[in-house]
């Protein structure tokens, strides 16, 4: 059984940066592929940013290309998000989720194992 423990988040102004980290335990980390969702109130989960096991190949939601980056710690068993020029609408519970299967995936149902989430809110 993997756990996966979000932490990071919290208040940032419009146009400031956050970084959130994802510990994982009780699996071969390097195994994993890795991914970060987002929920908005109201609104469905959506996709952001996914990393391959050896962090050789990343991909991103439209609405965060340029902006997030992703990537990953084998030896920590960490898997992060640098987020910059944050917007409001990027406020959101982040979560970050592990797919046992091979090759990146973008489908929230593709993912085994989640996090319990980390509140990010971009305010002024």
């Known amino acids: 059984q993997v756990q996966l423990v979000e932490s990071g988040g919290g208040l940032v102004q419009p146009g400031g940066s956050l970084r959130l980290s994802c510990a994982a335990s009780?699996?071969?980390?390097?195994?994993?592929?890795m991914g970060w969702f987002r929920q908005a109130p109201g609104k469905e989960r959506e996709f952001v940013a996914a990393i391959s096991r050896s962090g050789g190949a990343t991909y991103y939601a439209d609405s965060v290309k340029g902006r997030f980056t992703i990537s990953r710690d084998n030896g920590k068993n960490t898997v992060y998000l640098e987020m910059n020029s944050l917007k409001p609408e990027d406020t959101a519970v982040y979560y970050c989720?592990?797919?046992?299967?091979?090759?990146?995936?973008?489908?929230?149902?593709?993912?085994?194992?989640w996090g319990q989430g980390t509140q990010v809110t971009v305010s002024s």
């Open positions: 989720a592990a797919d046992t299967s091979p090759g990146i995936a973008i489908r929230g149902h593709e993912y085994d194992y």
């Open positions: 009780g699996g071969t980390f390097s195994r994993y592929e």
